[in-house]
């Protein structure tokens, strides 16, 4: 049995059917991905992406959330506004290949996707993919140089964050 994971997962107006779609997803093929959904509730009720955000990265701060998902537009304004908060290291995502390699290359703990880029399937698959690997998995070869790179961003952070 795989460790229980809390995810977070928020979207705005234009990331409402996508998110809606991976959580539909989550639920019918992760029981090991406990959903913590900020929303939105409906297309009646939107919210903005300046809005969702925080709650997905602060729910990270908190302990209360291992990683997130977040979706706007094109997943661009989500993974600004997350980057804003200490310890949120979010990836905009649009294929198998950036979703994955968000977390293996550069550890991202958030990934945003675009509602008007990404078609609710590949979506799903993307989502397989980044909670499929972990930091450094497959690129062995570079693991010093990937962990001392993450380091060097943790730093950088600390010094943003003062």
Known sequence: MADTIRLAIA???????????????LKETHPEVKII???????????PYFV???KVAKALQAGEADKGILVCGTGQGMAIVANK???VYACVVD?????ERAK???????????????????????????L???FTQKMEFKKD???????KVVELENEAFK
């Open 11 to 25: 979207s705005d107006l234009s990331g409402f059917p996508l998110a809606r779609e991976i959580v539909r997803h």
């Open 37 to 47: 959904d900020f929303g939105i509730e409906s297309a009646e009720a939107p919210l």
């Open 52 to 54: 969702q955000a925080p």
């Open 85 to 87: 908060h200490k310890g």
């Open 95 to 99: 294929d198998l290949f950036s979703g």
């Open 104 to 130: 293996i290359v550069n550890n991202a703990n958030v990934i945003t996707m675009g509602g008007w880029i990404t078609a609710p399937f590949l979506g799903a698959q993307i989502v397989d993919a980044w």
């Open 132 to 134: 499929s690997v972990a």
């Open 145 to 151: 140089f990937l962990t001392n790179a993450f380091n």
